[in-house]
Nanobody, 124 residues
Framework: QVQLVESGGGLVQAGGSLRLSCAAS????????MGWFRRAPGKEREFVAA????????YYADSVKGRFTISRDNAKITVYLQMNSLKPEDTGIYYC?????????????????WGQGTQVTVSS
């Protein structure tokens, strides 16, 4: 089993920044990629960003490209999401997840382990 614990959410004004963290424990070897997703109020969960564990290549949703940065710390088995220039539409519950399938990095169905989520609220 893999356990994922997110932290770092909170309330911030538009234009501000937050840094989310996701610490992994358990059977973390052979991790292929980790991703961040979010669920806005009244909407479906959507892809935000992902990073391949080996090599560190990244992939972003168009809505956050240029504002968010995903990174990882191999030694701590932790993935981060630095969020800058936040907008009210970034409000939602943010989840990290571990990829288990071989499909696209943005494919929600390819992620098999999920954290409990952390709330991000951006006020206008």
């Amino acid at each position: 089993q893999v356990q994922l614990v997110e932290s770092g959410g909170g309330l911030v004004q538009a234009g501000g920044s937050l840094r989310l963290s996701c610490a992994a424990s358990g059977r973390t070897f052979s991790t292929y990629a980790m991703g961040w997703f979010r669920r806005a109020p009244g909407k479906e969960r959507e892809f935000v960003a992902a990073i391949r564990w080996s090599g560190g290549s990244t992939y972003y949703a168009d809505s956050v490209k240029g504002r968010f940065t995903i990174s990882r710390d191999n030694a701590k088995i932790t993935v981060y999401l630095q969020m800058n220039s936040l907008k009210p539409e970034d409000t939602g519950i943010y989840y990290c997840a571990r990829k288990i399938g071989g499909g696209a990095l943005y494919s929600i169905s390819d992620y098999g382990y999920w954290g409990q989520g952390t709330q991000v609220t951006v006020s206008s």
